[in-house]
């Protein structure tokens, strides 16, 4: 029993890819699956217990917002007609998302914690890395698939207020994961040998 749920595991680990969310197709995805995911993948390593991710699940409307500011983001000063076009391929690409996801790091940097131990900076954007990794496998095996961007929408002035973050000044994106139900085709992906990556004293 024990092997065969690590072949499973082992399975949507390797096949797990990025597909396009402009590819996704038009289903709702029950928000009820989605929050039960976020407290499944919340189970990661966290040095010192601090729960450092937050989470901002949005809504078509809250998407469209996104979309719209990371067209502007793009397009920059409206001044080159190559980034107006990327701001206005990505806003619709982005706007029409079936599902997204935001995920950010919340760390105190004035806090007694941080002061005493500055490494908790780094520790907590590792949790919120992993908890993202955690996503986007619960995604795939619930049949979604996802893509995890760092289209840096953040940059717009009115992302914070757009989203509704919490606490702008203590959090940073780690995340945007895309999320819906798609049959793109999974294309095969090779890595480089292990030996290339592994000392061992074995």
């Known amino acids: ?8 595991l082992s399975e949507i680990i390797k096949n797990r890819r990025t597909r396009k969310p402009s590819k996704f197709l038009p289903k709702p995805v029950p928000s009820s699956l989605i929050k ?26 809250k998407i469209q917002e996104v ?13 080159n007609p190559t980034l107006l ?20 790091c919340h760390t105190d940097r004035e ?3 941080v002061q005493n131990r500055p490494a908790i900076i780094d ?7 992993c908890i993202c990794q955690n996503l986007c496998l619960l995604f795939e095996a619930e049949g979604l698939a996802c893509k995890w961007s760092t289209g840096a929408v953040w940059e717009h002035p009115q992302f914070s207020k757009t989203i ?4 702008p000044n203590c959090e940073r994106v780690v995340a945007l994961l895309f999320y819906g139900y798609s049959d793109q085709p999974l294309g095969q992906r090779s890595l480089s040998p292990l030996a290339d990556h592994l ?3 074995y």
């Open 36 to 61: 039960e995911l976020i407290d499944s993948a919340r189970h990661a390593p966290n040095h010192h217990r601090t729960e450092p991710a937050r989470f901002y699940l949005l809504n078509s409307s």
């Open 164 to 167: 509704q973050m919490k606490d």
């Open 123 to 129: 520790e907590d954007y590792a949790t919120t890395s």
């Open 67 to 79: 979309g719209n500011l990371f067209g502007e983001v793009l397009a920059g000063d409206g001044s």
């Open 111 to 113: 806090s007694a914690l």
């Open 85 to 104: 076009q990327k701001g206005q391929r990505k806003k619709k690409e982005w706007g029409e998302a079936p599902g997204l996801l935001i995920v950010t």
């Open 199 to 201: 000392i061992s004293n």
């Open 1 to 8: 029993m024990k092997a065969e749920k690590t072949k499973v």
